[in-house]
Nanobody, 117 residues
């Protein structure tokens, strides 16, 4: 399984960015796709994820500003980020996971988001 992410960049505070991530390979249909981020000197943290059934989950710090969505036919997850803040600066990683006999987790390569004040 491979994940290819895109859409990061440099944006001013208050601006918007949209991240995309497409998974390819032998993917179990019932899965969770999501986004994590890691800022310099900090641990990787969950930003948001969405199940194949459409249930979403957000970190408190992004609720009301970010929206996660997915296209199951394309195995693609999106993260629409509005109202960006300097503290959102991080490398964003997409992730897909499922449980079939055992837990399987795969990561994308990361895309950098920088928010200037």
């Amino acid at each position: 399984v491979q994940l290819q992410a895109s859409g990061g960049g440099l944006v001013q505070a208050g601006g918007s960015l949209r991240l995309s991530c497409t998974a390819s390979g032998n993917i179990f249909a019932i899965n969770v796709m999501g986004w994590y981020r890691q800022a310099p000197g900090k641990q990787r943290e969950l930003v948001a994820d969405v199940t194949s059934g459409g249930t979403t989950n957000y970190a408190d710090s992004v609720k009301g500003r970010f929206t996660v969505s997915r296209d199951n036919a394309k195995n693609t997850v999106y993260l629409q980020m509005n109202g960006l803040k300097p503290e959102d600066t991080a490398v964003y990683f997409c992730n897909i996971r499922w449980r079939l006999m055992s837990e399987r987790t795969y990561w994308g390569q990361g895309t950098e988001v920088t928010v200037s004040s």
